[in-house]
């Protein structure tokens, strides 16, 4: 077909350039997944991805899982299964969420691939292009991926240190219906959030609800790293106060292990009907074996105290990392969380996260730019800081590094003073205030 | 706000029923769903489902792999991975697909929650509401559903006992662009369709390629059970004979388990690099743990042996099959399918499928209606039978259920002639030309 071939000689590298659907245009490779491939090798320290450290779970805890589940169930944990997930894991995973407040019926239950997948069904089930979600600013990179993915428009809500504030949520609310277009939900990390490592105030969690509540919007609460609390546990989760209108979502990928890819969505029950027939259309059904193993660990292990274990590591981390920011980066303002995995950092005036992580790279040191947590090109003068999965002797060598890569930075840009061509370079593009200060 | 209040008025079960995206319409309960339900019963002989017979799997081989992974990688096996796939197990994909023709680079193979999610994903890719995929007549039903989910128009395309019919894609392809309308691409299952059972010819092959080619049309090639033949191996892939023009997705559930949940795509290179982010925004990535056991299975076991043994159980179950319906049901036709997992049956006249189900369940036999493999409503004078997970004795037993049933409807057919009931009720809806006689 002539047509074809023309089409082929305008675009030399991809014959099936002009077949894609318009929402591929949506999908790129986000900065958190360039820098996965850095950060792999020995040498850099790296202070970007949110891998956990698996190496703190003992082996022979998940050992006897496996040997008990093959022994007893192999035929079924090597068969196809229940598209919601396997019965026995979703009563344990009540028991779960209970300690959070959550009180549901096992059928509002649906087990995903991740609790990633459970943001795709969801996006999936009530995007359509052009649609609003409302996001934290900034907010976890993979929702943002999955958002555009669907051609969702992300409008994000300012956060300070007690997270969402509802004053924010209600401008955004007004400023997106005046627009006339349709806002579909609400997306947030209440606990230790992704980035920005605060946690929702309880104060604020039924305001927050009621605002949506009044508005029509239903709310995405994704809570993986809720169990991972440093000092006091955290508030109620949102879902604890209502039922109807929140769509809760979980993960072992914290409190576990994350190559199981086993997360649930929590979904009000005419939500969980279409949940399921999307799961079903998107995989069949999750992991047998991979949901009979993490049934079996949470039956036979102190699923409990391993939690408690990961919290110590953490803990000692998150105190390395701030200790060495206070120590060899006293120019910079970050939070301190009291769980999870991130801190969040504020870089001085006129520095460029994104464009300083090439040499960040070549002092062995990696970090994720703030610019991957914003929809809207913000996030040039933030940083994330995973303390998460290095020592925190790797911890202490990285943050000395980076505060070698930000003096040589801020020299340079003493040397440019008067020449405009550095603080041009940060401002070229559609730079959005920075988020508070949540130091 | 008072129009939220008004519409959970109007919809009482589902505050959210007008928040829904326009593709979550596509979303229903496929018939092989509802099927699930009554065949896990244990009086219920199910010739329905397409679950592989994993008992003949020896659970050693898997102790071994889940030792030597856990003793040697554990820590690797917990963790986040590539969202393209561990590597070593991409090198193994291409020695398996070498066995049907394929040369391909390690680079192209995307490694997926079984192979439904590479079908989910590639017409996330491509389709538009409205596209055209073009499919055989009769389908399978998890494609019609992802498909319907992305809201594609599914246009059937005949087959006969030598597969798809180019002429018949020819003439579809003509009335779809007569139509006004897009084609995105050609769906096909050329080895032991499922649920046809008939295999694409050689011959064919290159023919169908040539039409695709000429025509601009991609070729997504589902090729689940090709390695199961019962006598001469499948003619090479079309894959093999194109790289560019063809995706083809390969699946570790019927030749290992399908509990896992692993399947692969490879792809032509520039469409691998979307697919990997379309991956990545879905789920991260696949599982690390199912995939290293699969890999170190593949490894140290003899799988190609394995492969052997469960070709040896489904063509005992093929036979028992074939011998009860010649016994029982010599007023069906059917088709003699050289491998795979499925017969389909043409019923006698006026009988319908669907309607006579639950009088089949009664019996205490299931099977699935034709009517599931059509996104048309054709189908209905046709039931696909699975020879893959019940007994030799229990198929036997089935298919005697089965006659019983077949034997009521016809004497009730007889009862009620002239009074037009029963006919009319088979053919009240949409019913399109069956396919062709298979037999």
């Given at each position: 077909?002539?047509e ?9 590298l ?5 077949h894609?659907?318009?929402?591929s245009?949506g ?6 997944r360039?820098?996965?491939a850095?950060?792999?090798?020995p040498?850099v320290?790296?202070?970007?991805g949110?891998?956990?450290y698996?190496r703190a779970?003992?082996?022979?805890l ?13 035929p ?16 344990q ?14 059928d ?9 997948q459970?943001?795709d069904?969801?996006t999936k ?5 052009g649609?609003?979600?409302l ?7 993979g ?10 428009d992300v409008v ?14 209600r401008?955004a ?16 990390i ?17 305001e ?25 546990d955290?508030?109620?989760a ?41 799961a ?6 999750p ?6 193993v993490i049934?079996e ?31 060899h ?17 504020s ?12 040499r960040?790279v070549?002092?062995?040191v ?12 913000g ?13 925190p002797?790797?911890?202490?060598i990285?943050i ?16 440019f003073a008067?020449?405009?061509?550095l ?6 593009d559609?730079v ?8």
């Open positions: 077909m002539a074809t071939n023309e089409t082929r000689q305008g675009t030399n991809d014959p099936w350039f002009n894609y659907a318009s929402r245009a999908l790129s490779a986000s900065e958190v360039a820098l996965f850095v950060a792999s090798r040498e320290v790296s202070l970007a949110g891998m956990p698996v779970l003992p082996e022979s998940v050992n006897g899982a496996l040997e008990k589940v093959m022994s007893e169930n192999g079924m944990a090597m068969q196809y299964g229940s598209g919601q997930g396997v019965p026995a894991l979703r009563e995973i009540l028991e779960i969420m209970a300690l959070e407040g959550i009180s549901a019926s096992v509002d239950v649906v087990v995903t691939t991740g609790s990633q459970a943001l069904l969801v089930l009530f995007i359509d292009p649609d609003v979600i996001a934290e600013a900034p907010s976890y990179v929702a943002i991926g999955v958002f555009r993915s669907y051609q969702a994000h809500v300012l956060m300070d240190e007690n997270g969402l504030i509802p004053e924010k949520l401008e609310i007004a400023d997106v219906k005046a627009s006339g277009r349709t806002i579909k939900f609400l997306y947030t209440p606990n230790f959030h992704n980035p920005a490592g605060v946690t929702l105030s309880a104060e604020r969690r039924p927050i609800l009621e605002i949506c509540q009044s508005n029509g919007i239903l709310i995405l609460e994704d809570n993986p790293y809720g169990l991972l609390s440093f000092e006091e955290v508030p109620p949102i879902r604890s106060l209502n039922e109807d209108g929140v769509i809760y979502l979980g993960s072992f990928s914290k409190t576990l292990a994350p190559g199981f890819r086993v997360g649930w969505a929590l979904a009000p029950h005419a939500i969980r009907e279409k949940l399921v027939l999307a079903e259309a998107a995989i069949l059904c992991s047998s074996f991979s949901q009979m049934s660990y949470l039956s036979q292990a102190d699923w409990k105290g391993q939690i408690e274990t990961f919290r110590g590591v953490y803990k000692e981390r998150r105190d390395a990392m701030l200790e060495a920011l206070e120590e980066l006293p120019d910079l303002s970050w939070n301190v969380p009291n769980g999870g995995f991130y801190i969040w950092c870089l001085p005036e006129n520095l460029d996260s994104k464009a300083m992580l090439p960040a070549t002092e062995l990696a970090y994720t730019p703030g610019t991957a947590f914003f929809a809207d090109g996030g040039r003068q933030n940083i994330r800081l995973s303390f998460c999965y290095p020592t002797e790797n911890i202490k990285g000395r590094r980076l505060a070698t890569v930000i003096r040589g930075e801020l020299d340079l840009l003493a040397d008067g020449t405009g061509s603080t041009a370079a940060a401002g070229d559609n959005i205030a920075p988020p508070p200060d949540l130091s």
